[in-house]
């Protein structure tokens, strides 16, 4: 995975210890004024540092002699990891914390070719701590915002189109689809993860869809189904995709106009899905299907969430009891019931949020406030398991218009997990940012998300940024 951080957010960085250090943090409140160049003749000293624990990415401070004033020549490695340089003054240097420097150790070395020193270190050592932490983990985009979209290494795979609802593979966990938005470019993409690729197994042409909104899987993971979003009346609302053929051999499902989203119960196989015209909600049965054949209008409307024009996916709780509908251009999220007798979810009702009300409050309830929720995921939270409660997951969502990531708990509190960090840069809550969930990370527009329980990390589709972020523990 690539660390990055954006080259204003270094300079802040930058002048933020300088300050620091100017102020008085220097041990013997000096600082020596003329810069001084290393001299290969004298040793490299180290003779403290703060602060003396931290984590990725944090600011430290390293006191000693002869670094000279070239960070160009200036190698620096904690608990055996390589830092970034910021900054040096001869006598004391600036740099990040890397990640994953458990061991602690300090070490520097300084000059190049045949005036390299010798590698000085320090007796004491940092009291690593692991943070969780935003990071990129593939995608590219240049100075002026292009990107080339292609299929390669995540190291050489440009940048994503999009990236607007994740899935994984149920029988091979390490893949992950990602359906990408757009009439333009709007193709599936699959991230090996074990293998580190990216290709395009799935395009648009292939099934005649407009925009693919989900991607679901049958409960045995032997078929994916599409969600598909197109004016037509006739036109296409969901996919059908079988292993057997690789999934290169889509069948229409269901046939109606703008399907936003659908979702499978993950215990008694129905399809639920949707459509934007006057905010219906459908069910699909598809043991009917397999057993004896549907036809693709052969889905019954259970209820209308609204009125016309309601944008809104499905996400159905892992036990199946209930399911939220985030309606993402309304801004808020609603539940339905399942009952378990007529296999039906039954008419919903607001957990958080007001409708047409958008902005940024967390809170219980509609005293919340959101703004464009996207894809959401059920996470299980440990500490209800420990105080034996009876739903024990939380519910994690994107926000395009937040720029962050909610999480909504079955109480119906929601608060702010990740993004809108780094005050120190600008006071925008948007931008590129990789680093502590909220005090340095940014996203601009998240829609994808999907959690490895396995691993414990997120991934996310960073729209308008267009790469892949990760969240996990270092």
């Known amino acids: 995975m690539k660390d990055l951080l954006t080259q204003s957010h270094k300079v802040v960085c930058w002048i933020t210890v300088a300050l620091t250090f100017c102020l008085g943090s220097c041990k013997d409140d000096t600082i020596e004024t003329p810069e001084q160049s290393y001299d290969p003749s004298r040793a490299v000293e180290v003779t403290d540092f703060i602060p003396k624990s931290g984590g990725a990415n944090e600011q430290m ?11 160009s020549i200036v190698h620096v490695s904690i608990g ?10 001869n006598d004391v240097l600036y740099c990040l914390i890397p990640r994953q420097a458990d061991e602690g150790s300090i070490k520097i070395q ?16 940092l009291d690593y701590i692991k943070r969780t932490l935003v990071s990129t983990l593939c995608g590219e985009v240049d100075e002026e915002g292009e990107y080339d979209v292609k299929d390669g290494t995540f190291d050489d795979c440009g940048g994503f189109f999009n990236p607007s609802w994740f899935t994984f ?9 990602m359906a990408q938005d757009g009439n333009d470019g709007g193709d599936v993409r699959l991230l090996d993860l074990e293998a580190e690729t990216v290709t395009t197994p799935i395009t648009r042409a292939m099934g005649n869809w407009g925009r693919m909104r989900s991607i679901n899987w ?23 995709l079988s292993r057997t053929n690789y999934f290169q051999d889509p069948q229409i499902l269901t046939s109606y106009k703008q399907c936003n989203g659908a979702a499978i119960h993950p215990v008694n196989g129905e399809l639920y899905f949707n459509s934007y015209e006057k905010g219906q909600f459908y069910r699909f049965d598809m043991e009917t299907y397999f057993d004896r054949g549907l036809g693709i209008k052969d889905y019954e409307e259970l209820f209308k969430i609204q009125d016309n024009a309601w944008e809104f996916n499905i996400r159905i709780h892992p036990s199946g009891d209930y399911a939220y509908i985030v309606v993402i251009n309304q801004h808020y999220i609603l539940r339905t019931d399942y009952n378990w007798e007529t296999k039906r979810f039954t008419s919903p009702f607001v957990v958080c949020g007001e409708a047409r009300s958008a902005a940024w409050v967390d809170g219980a309830g509609t005293s919340a406030r959101l703004n464009n929720p996207y894809q959401g995921v059920f996470v299980k939270n440990d500490n209800y398991v420990a105080q034996g409660k009876e739903d024990v997951y939380d519910f994690y969502f994107t926000e395009r218009g937040n720029h962050d990531i909610r999480i909504l708990s079955p109480e119906g509190r929601v608060t702010t997990y990740a993004g809108r960090g780094s005050e120190n840069v600008n006071s925008d809550a948007f931008g590129y940012i990789d680093g502590g969930l909220r005090d340095e990370a940014r996203f601009n527009r998240p829609e994808a998300l999907a959690y490895d329980e396995t691993n414990k990390i997120f991934y996310i589709g960073d729209c308008n940024n267009h790469v892949i972020r990760t969240i996990v523990v270092d």
């Open 169 to 177: 593979d149920p029988k091979r966990p390490n893949l992950l689809y």
């Open 218 to 240: 049958t409960m045995d993971g032997e078929y994916m189904i599409i969600s598909n979003d197109q004016g037509n009346e006739n036109g296409i609302s969901t996919s059908i």
């Open 80 to 89: 055996g990891e390589e830092a970034t340089i910021i900054g040096v003054k």
């Open 110 to 125: 300084v000059g190049e070719g045949d005036n390299l020193s010798a590698v000085a270190t320090l007796d004491e050592k």
């Open 61 to 71: 401070v390293i006191y000693g002699n002869n670094f000279g004033s070239d960070a």
